[in-house]
């Protein structure tokens, strides 16, 4: 078998979240003896995919300057995707690359399916341009119409295409890297430079800053702990445009930038609870991530965050956009290290469902029955 993934832009996999399912897709195949390649408008790192990549023209997404969106038709990857010779197209962005895909495996006959991996309709409300809702829901209507089948992380966002007309469509949870993300790399020498020494417990964002990921319930989550107490440490693992701001609404706060490899694997695991108040969520890598090292999450009940936790068993759920409720759900956990303890023993467990190799012989039925 030979897949061919198409994707707007493949960014750095410690700064998306999209680029991490891909590129583990690939890696996962490259296991099996499956032969991939992917098609992409941009790349950050080609050396970091497992997989050949195939650049085409693209120019800069107005809206969000660090992506770029490919521009249409086949003319640059028709060429070398006739010389690879896919038996099966995985699209994993709406944009015009997708298109381009449908229209190629329309031409050659190949079967053609889709991973909805983004929440562009409530991203809108974020870039000021909620009135393009109608217009978004039916671009994805009609070009998953045409797929055999479209995957999504999670039931919630199962749900929601559903709701909105797409029937084609069926969960494929995503996976965590448990060579990565595991209590092992939990770190007191980590912890006391963190603190400087003092004995605090940690609470860590990891996510690109980006407003759609809902930050400023964040700082103001952040800003009402500090008011009545100094018994913890703010670390925000991540970067993008809203990074400057974000840090002079948390001052205090610890920024750490981008970081991958054993850096943040010892950022997870040596951490205690973590606040990611996002409601635009399809899945969550980084809440699969921190339960997977030991952290107990905080998370709003929305999106594929809503999966992930269950409510006062293995996390705290707290109502969207209330960073009262989110401050009072951590004040909960940093003032009992018992229920603590629990709810991260119940994470730990509940994690171990999560392996990259079941997602992958799932995905492959995907393919085989779609």
């Given at each position: ?53 195939i650049k085409v023209p693209s120019m800069v997404f107005p809206l969000y300057r660090e992506y770029r969106l490919p521009l249409p038709g086949m003319g640059g990857f028709e060429k070398e995707l006739n010389e690879f010779k896919p038996d099966i197209i995985h699209i994993h962005s709406p944009d015009a690359i997708a298109f381009a895909a449908l229209k190629y495996a329309k031409k050659h006959g ?261």
């Open positions: 078998m030979k897949i061919a993934y198409f994707i707007g832009t493949l960014k750095k996999e410690s700064g998306d979240g999209v680029a991490r399912v891909l590129l583990t897709f690939a890696r996962e195949a490259e296991k099996r003896g499956i032969k991939s390649v992917i098609v992409t408008g941009w790349a950050e790192d080609p050396s970091a995919s497992p997989a050949p990549v190949i079967p053609i399916f889709a991973t909805h991996h983004t929440d562009f309709p409530r991203y809108l409300a974020y870039y000021h341009v909620p009135f393009l809702k109608p217009l978004v829901w039916f671009i994805l209507r009609r070009l998953y119409a045409q797929m055999k089948f479209v995957t999504t992380p999670s039931f919630v966002t199962t749900d929601d295409l559903k709701k909105h007309g797409i029937e084609n469509v069926g969960t494929v949870p995503w996976g965590v890297d448990f060579n990565r993300f595991n209590p092992s790399f939990r770190s007191d020498i980590w912890r006391k430079k963190i603190s400087g020494g003092k004995d605090k417990q940690i609470i860590l964002c990891v996510c690109r800053l980006t407003w759609e990921k809902d930050l400023q319930i964040l700082a103001a989550t952040y800003r009402l702990l500090k008011k009545t107490r100094d018994d913890f440490e703010m670390i925000v693992a991540g970067d993008g445009p809203a990074r400057r701001e974000l840090e002079s609404l948390m001052p205090g706060a610890i920024f750490l930038g981008y970081i991958g490899g054993r850096e943040l694997s010892e950022t997870y695991a040596s951490s205690d609870i973590f606040l990611f108040p996002s409601t635009t969520e399809t899945f969550g890598n980084a809440t699969i991530e921190a339960l997977a090292s030991g952290l107990v999450p905080v998370v709003a009940d929305a999106g594929g965050s809503r999966s992930l936790v269950q409510d006062g068993q293995n996390g705290f759920l707290t109502k969207q956009k209330d960073a009262e409720d989110s401050r009072l759900k951590t004040a909960m956990l940093l003032d009992n290290q018992e229920t603590l303890k629990r709810m991260r023993n119940a994470g730990l467990d509940f994690a171990k469902n999560f392996s990259w190799k079941k997602v992958f012989e799932k995905l492959l039925r995907v393919y085989k029955d779609g």
